[in-house]
C-alpha cells in the first residue's frame, strides 16, 4: 500500500509518517508535498497512490484547489486543525478527516475505514478513483457571490438572491429576485462552470435558472417544455430545449 501526504508544516508532514509507519510499517509514503502546486504537478506525472492525506489549509491555498486542477485518482483523507463541527460537511466528501494534532488512534480509524469500504466495493486500489472523482465533485466549492460594476461603484450580489442568467444583446445578465438585473462578465458558459450544478440548469442557449425560480413547467410543441420563472412578464417564453428535457426533469426531481 502507498499513500502521498500533502502537509505544509514540517513537523505535522513528519508525525504523520511516523503515525502511518507505527501503524503498519509496510506502507510506503511515496511523497510528501507541501503546496497546492506542488501537489497538482506530482498528481500529473506520476502514477496514484493507494491513499492520500490532505491538509486543507495549505499556504498557497486550500487543498481542495488539488481536486479541481487535476486528476488525483485515489480516495482522500482530510487533515485539518480546524473545530470538528465547522466541518461536518467534508466529512461526507471523504473517506474521513483527522483532527490535528492526529492520534494513532485517530489514524487507525480512518484506514479501518478505508480498508472496508475498499473491500466492500472489492475494487482494487486503482479502480478506488472513480469513488474519488465524485469526492472531488462534492468538495468543489462553487461562485457563492458576484461583483457587480454599477458606474463607478462595486458592489456584491449573493448567488443565492439570483433568479436566472441569461443573454440578451451579446450580454449576459443576473436577474436579481429583488426585480433589478446585472450585467456580467462573463459568458453563460463561463457561468455553468462557476455554478451549483444542484440548484442552478441550463436549460437552453439563453437561460440558466435557479430552481427555485422555477414556478411552473408547461408541456409544449416538440416535445419540449415552457418555464413560467418567477421574476419574468408572463409574455416572455423561456422553453427548455428538446434535448435538455430528460436532464431537466431529473434535476427537478432530485
Known amino acids: 500500500m502507498t499513500v502521498v501526504i500533502l502537509e505544509d508544516e514540517e513537523l ?39 491513499l492520500a492525506f490532505f491538509d486543507i489549509q495549505l499556504a498557497d491555498g486550500r487543498s ?5 486542477k487535476c486528476e488525483v485518482g485515489c480516495p482522500v483523507i482530510f487533515t485539518t486543525a480546524f473545530d470538528q463541527y465547522a466541518l461536518q460537511a467534508f466529512k461526507a466528501n471523504s473517506i474521513d478527516y483527522l483532527l490535528k494534532p492526529i492520534s494513532l488512534e485517530g489514524l487507525t480509524g480512518a484506514f479501518r475505514n478505508y480498508r472496508a469500504m475498499k473491500k466492500a466495493l ?3 486500489d486503482q479502480e478506488l478513483g472513480q469513488i474519488q472523482r465524485a469526492f472531488q465533485m462534492m468538495a468543489r466549492q462553487y461562485k457563492s457571490r458576484f461583483i457587480i460594476r454599477a458606474n463607478h461603484q462595486f458592489f456584491s450580489v449573493k448567488t443565492e438572491d439570483i433568479l436566472f ?16 438585473k446585472h450585467a456580467l462578465e462573463y459568458t453563460l458558459e463561463q ?9 442552478f440548469f441550463r436549460v437552453n442557449r439563453k437561460y440558466i435558472v435557479a430552481f427555485d425560480a422555477v414556478e411552473e413547467a408547461i408541456i409544449y410543441s416538440n416535445s419540449r ?8 412578464q408572463a409574455r416572455e417564453k423561456v422553453l427548455v430545449s428538446r434535448d435538455r428535457v430528460k436532464g431537466f426533469k431529473e434535476w427537478m426531481d432530485q
Open 12 to 50: 505535522a508532514a513528519e508525525r504523520l509518517s511516523n503515525l502511518i509507519r507505527q501503524y503498519d510499517d509496510s506502507i510506503e509514503v511515496l511523497a510528501t508535498l507541501d503546496s497546492v502546486e506542488d501537489a497538482v504537478e506530482w498528481f500529473r506525472n506520476n502514477p496514484a497512490p493507494s
Open 64 to 68: 481542495f484547489q488539488v481536486l479541481e
Open 122 to 124: 472489492s475494487l482494487p
Open 165 to 180: 442568467f441569461f443573454s440578451e444583446h451579446k450580454v449576459v445578465w443576473a436577474q436579481h429576485r429583488n426585480g433589478k
Open 191 to 199: 457561468l455553468e462552470e462557476m455554478l451549483d450544478p444542484g440548484r
Open 225 to 232: 417544455l415552457r418555464l413560467r420563472l418567477y421574476g419574468l
